[in-house]
């Protein structure tokens, strides 16, 4: 369903349960980079009526997944931890080669973001299936849920930019290309990572 080339090896859970608190951590922050994203597309590209709605919708949801998550960490006696790097997001934002189209732009910036939420979503599912605290597992099916048809919104919105064969292409491109970034990673207790 997700189109992923290269799924996450299941023993990610394990690291994941040796630290709970770094992976509520990167998953509160991960929210409120999903939020950013939407405001920031709202911010950048205003003309595009249907995708302001949406990403106004998109970023109130985020937020609200973002409190969910912090109420988590304090839940269990936590603070919200640093932010670190997302590896994985920056790795993958080198896919493309920088343009000055701005149409050019905003397709590849919805290809990105429907790939992380569909990687986001696949992690969440194992989380929600692997872990063996079933309260945070039962958390993360209900985020696995409602998450899961974020990444379908960004690609339909690529594929109504852009011209489809075009956005098709490239999307399948930045799967492979995410599929080798996936083989390095998946040993540290983040969504991504």
Not at 4 to 29: C, F, G, M, S
Request: proline content about 2%.
């Amino acid at each position: 369903m997700l189109g992923l080339k290269l799924p996450t090896d299941p023993r990610w859970v394990n690291i994941v349960e040796k630290n709970v608190q770094e992976i509520l951590t990167d998953h509160a922050y991960c929210e409120q980079k999903a939020a950013s994203t939407a405001i920031s597309l709202i911010i950048g590209y205003q003309e595009y009526s249907d995708l302001v709605t949406e990403m106004s919708l998109l970023a109130q949801e985020e937020m609200s997944h973002f409190k969910m998550v912090h109420d988590k960490i304090i839940e269990r006696g936590w603070h919200l931890g640093r932010e670190r790097k997302d590896m994985y997001v920056n790795k993958l934002m080198t896919f493309f080669p920088k343009s000055s189209d701005r149409n050019t732009k905003l397709i590849h910036r919805l290809l990105y973001a429907a790939l992380i939420e569909a990687r986001s979503c696949e992690r969440f599912r194992l989380l929600s299936e692997e872990l063996e605290d079933k309260k945070l597992a039962k958390f993360y099916r209900k985020l696995m849920i409602s998450e899961a048809s974020h990444y379908t919104m960004f690609l339909n919105f690529a594929r109504k930019y852009g011209n489809r064969k075009e956005v098709d292409k490239k999307w399948q491109d930045l799967l492979e290309f995410e599929a080798q970034i996936m083989k390095d990673l998946g040993k540290e207790e983040t969504v991504h990572g």
